[in-house]
């Protein structure tokens, strides 16, 4: 059965303009500035129209090659480069031979950017050009274009007179990876400038070749701490287990830069005495958190024997600062590993009084396991606000892992009904719902008559233990003063209520007298698909359930009919009268009722939605967004035909269907290039689901460039990287795709300084199920207005993106979520991808 997750989310801070939603109108007026009489606006237009997608722009900037203006000209050929203008290659070609430098180095830029390898002879030619900076463009574009053709040569300015064409040469090789690299690398080794000596080092560590080990270890004592750094990093991509000696030596160097490198890197080393040196760096402050996280990646690679060695080095350690690094460091690792073989050592500690006893019960608790839970019931006894506080934290995350589990709710009752503070008694509350006690409902009813905070908490939780009973005391909260408790009363109603009292509340709802009626149709909606679910909701009731929202909806209150269609459960007798209000609307008021029919698996909805969604309206985009909830295989096959002329936004709404498709297993492995031609869009949120429908194919990179393992590489947005995540981890599944290059670039993901959400999803890529139910309301950045009906972009857990319209209430909803976090983006609020 579905859950229900209701949202109240706050929009990203758009931090880039992007004026995307009229390319083709923009693109019209950007053409006419090119006939500027001012350098500067013809230059500005250049760079704007090389942002744009499609063929539109392609002889506006051909022509823009013979301005007038050098410094227009020099723009016109960064601008082909990046629209990637084939067309332009001969010309390009040609002007690597030009007398002036400048155009000879951003000629070989651009063509290294188009990457066409009619272009590769020609820039050969140019790494013997006179100049440094049009050598290190034509080393560069070569790395980008590839091929066999151009290593040779390449190698060969590893002997440059120039430092930065020698390093521009280490990079490509590098990029090309071809085996005949490595021996004159190692060669450079010994270069004289330090800064080359880093790239080698780097080089050698990203091409994996043993044979760059023994240069490596020497380089740990060049005069040059750069050297040393880099050479550290190399070792620990290599992953070689001589290393560790060395590397466990550098460690305790007085240069904190060195050891904090060295301890970085003897994470990503397998042997015993890499862990053991890690644990042992635990106890300096100022490595710590370095070890800890090295640690925590040992563990996520599969080391079993990380918990083992911290539960040893907490039962030796006796200063408080160890043992509270050494809980720290389990709780850092809960997420990926069990801490239950920690779980003796913590009580232990706990029990001696070693350490921080919130900390200690925090870990405690997250181990959970089963001789954890009264060590942490009994500090709920405590007489210091503080450590009860703790064990009720520590008692939350044990039952996260475990489950509800009967032996704490008598404990928690009497914590309850002991303690003062409003605070513990709210966290409190909570608790006795995620347990699901009955026998706490006396006290939890007490409570409504309370601080707010605890009347919230005790409302939610009588809603999460979910008994009839329950109920009944929460509908007087309906008529409540403060609008959080009249929707947290109905959230619970609508979880808990019986046929009967949701029958009632459908009277209520049409009645005369004052009511929250928004409030009413979320406990009916809500209550009604709970129990339809469950088969537990009587004919009667459903008659009288669809015969209230069907009045509300028909309100000239926009917002009242948004709530009553949102209210709507999937019910296939609500099919005609959908419709005929769908054909009956006026164009602005068409798009919930589209949402309304897209909920509904039957053949009549379906084909509403698909009519709909051919039309250019805020109706057709939420179609075009829902039509992968239950659309079936012709609902596949005509989106996948029309989505390759679709203007954006409605091409990234329909992207977020086929995703949803592939999800569903409706698009399947015989559908797979349909992914694969979205992937051509260079809009992130597009990529984004053709990653996703990959990834849900278990499918490789595709024939025509796109490929999970350079999506994960900086320079693509945070969004697609995390949608790469998925996809590099379910193709190396399926073994579509190399495991090794999916598993490093996975772990290089990991580390980089990028969104928490890419992060996560690079840690943990596995596709999490989409068996939830979300109800999304949207806010502004700053928390103060609802954004209704608003074009918005929400990123599920699983890396897709639904871009769709709000209602008039600002709300989302959509069946088949995943858990976690959910996130709200304006669309444009993104940059084109590379």
């Known amino acids: ?55 539109e722009v392609r002889d506006a900037l051909l022509g823009a090659l013979d301005d007038r203006e050098r410094e227009v000209r020099v723009e016109a050929v960064r601008a082909v480069g990046d629209a990637r203008v084939v067309a332009a290659v001969p010309r390009l070609t040609e002007w690597l031979a030009d007398p002036d430098a400048d155009l000879r180095a951003v000629s070989a830029e651009a063509l290294g950017a188009i990457g066409d390898a009619s272009a590769v002879t020609a820039l050969v030619r140019a790494l013997g050009d006179a100049r440094a900076d049009v050598r290190r463009a034509a080393v560069d574009a070569l790395a980008a274009i590839g091929g066999d053709e151009a290593i040779v040569p390449l190698v060969a300015r590893l002997d440059d007179g120039d430092p930065d064409v020698r390093i521009a040469a280490v990079h490509a090789l590098v990029a090309l990876r071809d085996g005949r690299a490595i021996v004159p690398l190692v ?68 240069d904190e830069r060195i050891a904090r490198a060295s301890t970085a ?182 409570a409504l008559e309370g601080d707010d905070a605890v009347r919230l908490a005790a409302v939610e939780a009588i809603g999460a233990i979910g008994a009839p ?54 406990a009916i909606g809500a209550g009604a698909r709970r129990l339809r679910a469950n088969d537990a909701l009587g004919a009667a009731s459903s008659e009288h359930v669809r015969a209230t929202l069907l009045e509300l909806a028909r309100s000239p209150d926009p917002e009242l009919a948004s709530a009553a269609l949102a209210a709507m459960p999937a019910d296939a007798a609500l099919e005609p009268a959908l419709i005929a209000m769908l054909e009956a609307a006026a164009p602005g008021r068409r798009a919930p009722i589209v949402a309304a029919l897209a909920s509904i698996d039957a053949p009549g909805a379906r084909r509403a939605v698909i009519e709909a969604a051919r039309r250019d309206d805020a109706a057709g985009l939420v179609a075009l967004s829902r039509l992968g909830e239950h659309g ?39 559908h797979e290039a349909v992914p694969c031609s979205l992937a051509r869009s260079r809009d992130p949120w597009i990529r984004a689901n053709a990653a996703i429908a990959r990834a849900a194919l278990g499918a490789g990179a595709c024939a025509d460039g796109a490929d999970p393992i350079a999506w994960l590489a900086p320079g693509h947005a945070a969004v697609v990287r995390a949608a790469a995540a998925r996809w590099a981890h379910a193709a190396a599944e399926r073994g579509t795709i190399d495991a090794d290059r999916a598993r490093e670039a996975l772990a290089r993901c990991a580390r980089d300084p990028i969104p928490s959400t890419a992060r996560d999803a690079c840690r943990a890529p596995a596709l999490p199920a989409p068996d939830d139910r979300a109800d999304v309301i949207a806010w502004s950045a700053d928390g103060r207005d609802v954004l209704r009906r608003a074009t918005l972009a929400l990123r599920l857990p699983d890396g897709s993106v639904m871009v769709t319209r709000t209602d008039d209430l600002g709300r989302i909803q959509l069946d088949g979520v995943p858990r976690g976090a959910l996130a709200l983006d304006r669309p444009a609020s993104l940059p084109l991808e590379p």
């Open 187 to 254: 060669a450079r080794a010994r270069d004289d400038a330090p800064e080359v000596r880093a790239a080698v080092a780097s080089a050698l560590g990203d091409l994996g070749d043993p044979r760059g080990i023994a240069p490596l270890v020497q380089a740990l004592d060049d005069t040059s701490a750069d050297v040393q750094l880099a050479a550290i990093a190399a070792l620990a991509r290599i992953g070689d287990e001589d290393a560790a000696h060395a590397l466990a030596l550098r460690v305790s160097v007085p």
């Open 632 to 670: 079936d295989a012709a609902s596949l096959a005509w989106l996948a035909g029309e989505t390759p002329s679709m203007a954006w936004p409605r091409s990234a709404a329909a992207s977020f269907a086929i995703a949803r498709f592939a999800r569903r297993g409706v698009l399947t492995r015989e």
């Open 265 to 446: 890197a003897l994470g990503r080393l397998p042997s015993a005495r890499a862990r053991t040196t890690l644990v042992e760096a635990l106890a300096r402050p100022a490595l710590a958190p370095i070890a800890a996280e090295a640690l925590r990646q040992r563990a996520a690679r599969g080391d079993d024997q990380v918990v083992p060695a911290l539960a040893e080095a907490l039962d030796a350690a006796e200063a408080r600062s160890s043992v509270d690094a050494l809980a720290r460091t389990m709780l850092e690792l809960a997420p990926d590993v069990s801490l239950a073989p920690a779980a003796p050592a913590l009580t232990r500690a706990l029990e001696d009084g070693r350490g921080d006893a919130a900390r200690v019960l925090a870990a405690l608790g997250a181990t959970g396991s089963d001789d954890a839970l009264l060590p942490i019931l009994e500090r709920l006894r405590a007489p210091a606000a503080e450590l009860r506080s703790a064990a009720i934290d520590a008692l939350a995350r044990w039952t996260t892992l475990r489950g509800p589990d009967g032996r704490a709710a008598d404990p928690l009752l009497e914590a309850f009904d002991r303690t003062a503070p409003a605070a513990e008694r709210a966290s409190i509350a909570r608790l006795l719902g995620a347990i699901g006690a009955p026998r706490a409902l006396p006290s939890l009813h007490r």
């Open 469 to 522: 009973e329950g109920a009944s005391s929460l509908i007087p909260l309906l008529d409540a003063p403060d609008a959080r408790v009249r929707h947290a009363a109905a959230r619970a109603i609508g979880a808990s209520a019986s046929d009967d009292v949701i029958g009632t509340l459908a009277t209520r709802a049409v009645a005369t007298t004052p009511v929250d009626r928004q409030a009413l149709l979320v």
């Open 1 to 55: 059965m579905l859950g229900r997750r209701c949202f109240a989310l706050l929009l990203a801070l758009a931090t880039l303009l992007h004026l995307g939603f009229e390319w083709e109108g923009r693109a019209a007026r950007l053409r006419r500035a090119l006939g500027s009489p001012e350098a500067a606006e013809r230059i500005e237009a250049l760079r704007a129209l090389a942002r744009l997608p499609g063929d």
